[in-house]
C-alpha cells in the first residue's frame, strides 16, 4: 500500500481551467502539507492542515483553496489557471509537528498550456 | 525565522569516493535538522534526521551527517558512493515550536562517475 497517494501524477490543462489535485495517506499522520516544486527543483510550503485545520497559509494566490474533509485527506484546488502555476506538487504528510520527518507522496506534474 | 543554505548546487565524485554535501542552518532555537534524497520523477524520501539526541546521525543507504552547534553545519556524508546515490539531496530545518513549518534548502545534485 502506497502511504502517501497522490492523483493525478501528470495534468495538463489550458490556462483559465479549474482543476484538482487529491492527496491521501494511510499512516495516521495528523499533520498533512502541500508544496511546490518549481523547474530549479526548490521546494516551497503552501499549506498545511493539522487535524482538518488550517495551520499554515503561505503567500499563495486565492485562486488556490486546499480542502481537508478529514485527517487523512488533503485536496488542493486551483482556480483560473495561469502558466506560471506549472511545476510538481507535492503532497507530504507528518505526525508530531514533524519531529520525525515527512513522508512524501511521489508528487503530480502540472503543466499549463 | 529559519532558513537553510546548500553550498553547492551540484557535486560530482566518482565511484567509491567519498561524498561530502555541504549543509549550513540558521535558527534562533535548536532546530531538527533533516536530509531528504529525490531520485528522477519521484517523491523526497528521508534520509536521516537530528532531533537533539546524538549528534552524529546515521541513515539509510549509509549516509551519516555530524551536526556541528558551534558551526551551524549539518553535512551529509558517505565513505564510498555508488552509482545508484546519483540524485537530488535536500537539507531541511524546522524550528522547536515552529510547529509543523519545514523549510527546504535548494538542492543539491550529485553526480557519480564511472
Known amino acids: 500500500d502506497t502511504a502517501v497517494s497522490q492523483t493525478p501524477k501528470y495534468l495538463v490543462t489550458q490556462m483559465g481551467n479549474d482543476k484538482s489535485i487529491k492527496c491521501e495517506q494511510n499512516?495516521?499522520?495528523?499533520?498533512m502539507y502541500w508544496y511546490k516544486q518549481d523547474s530549479k527543483k526548490f521546494l516551497k510550503i503552501m499549506f498545511s492542515?493539522?487535524?482538518?485545520?488550517?495551520?499554515i497559509n503561505e503567500t499563495v494566490p486565492n485562486r488556490f483553496s486546499p480542502k481537508s474533509p478529514d485527517k487523512a485527506h488533503l485536496n488542493l484546488h486551483i482556480n483560473s489557471l495561469e502558466l506560471g502555476d506549472s511545476a510538481v506538487y507535492f503532497c507530504?504528510?507528518?505526525?508530531?509537528?514533524?519531529?520525525?520527518?515527512?513522508?512524501f507522496g511521489s508528487g503530480t506534474r502540472l503543466t499549463v498550456v | 525565522a529559519q532558513s537553510v543554505t546548500q553550498l553547492g548546487s551540484h557535486v560530482s565524485v566518482s565511484e567509491g569516493a567519498l561524498v561530502l554535501l555541504r549543509c549550513n542552518y540558521s535558527s534562533s532555537v535548536p532546530p531538527y535538522l533533516f536530509w531528504y534524497v529525490q531520485y528522477p520523477n519521484q517523491g523526497l524520501q528521508l534520509l536521516l534526521k537530528?532531533?537533539?539526541?546524538?549528534?552524529l546521525v546515521k541513515g539509510i543507504n549509509g549516509f551519516e551527517a555530524e551536526f556541528k552547534k558551534s558551526e551551524t553545519s549539518f553535512h551529509l556524508t558517505k565513505p564510498s558512493a555508488h552509482m545508484s546515490d546519483a540524485a537530488e539531496y535536500f537539507c531541511?530545518?524546522?524550528?522547536?515550536?515552529?510547529?509543523?513549518?519545514?523549510?527546504f534548502g535548494a538542492g543539491t545534485r550529485l553526480f557519480v562517475k564511472a
Open positions: 507530504a504528510s507528518s505526525q508530531d509537528r514533524g519531529i520525525a520527518g515527512y513522508t
Open positions: 499512516l495516521g499522520h495528523d499533520t
Open positions: 492542515y493539522n487535524n482538518k485545520e488550517l495551520i
Open positions: 537530528y532531533t537533539s539526541a546524538a549528534t
Open positions: 531541511a530545518v524546522s524550528e522547536r515550536g515552529g510547529g509543523f513549518k519545514t523549510i
